[in-house]
């Protein structure tokens, strides 16, 4: 009887844990529009979160990247024309100067 009920507990718990998780990313508070960003150094546009990933376009100063994604404390994730065609790619965020540290998906005000 007490495994049952334990049972009972740990599979509520858990769907009211989903519930909960789903309704926070379904809020409309976020602001997922890409945010327009000029390079201020060279810097390369890679396909991975690694400075060994291959280089999928170089930057130079002054380019403009859209910034769709603030990925980690490191990388940004970002959309740009490169020979007539949008890559998307990693961007290491010292590439933006301090505008690199904003987020890219920020709050509405």
Same mark, same amino acid.
């Given at each position: 009887m007490k495994r049952t009920a334990l049972l009972f507990l740990a599979v509520s718990s858990l769907l009211a844990a989903c519930t909960s998780t789903r309704?926070?990313?379904?809020?409309?508070?976020?602001?997922?529009?890409?945010?327009?960003?000029?390079?201020?150094?060279?810097c390369p546009v890679y396909d991975g979160m690694k400075k060994t990933s291959i280089i999928l376009a170089q930057t130079t100063s002054g380019n403009e990247v859209q910034v769709t994604? $603030?990925?980690?404390? =490191?990388?940004? *994730?970002?959309?740009?024309?490169?020979? %007539?065609? $949008?890559?998307?790619? =990693?961007?290491? *965020?010292?590439?933006?100067?301090?505008? %690199?540290?904003?987020?890219?998906?920020?709050k509405m005000k």
């Open positions: 309704d926070e990313m379904g809020k409309a508070g976020v602001d997922r529009t890409p945010v327009v960003h000029n390079t201020i150094v060279d994604d $603030t990925i980690n404390a =490191y990388f940004v *994730r970002v959309r740009l024309e490169k020979d %007539g065609q $949008t890559k998307v790619g =990693y961007m290491d *965020r010292r590439c933006f100067g301090e505008r %690199g540290n904003e987020r890219g998906n920020r």
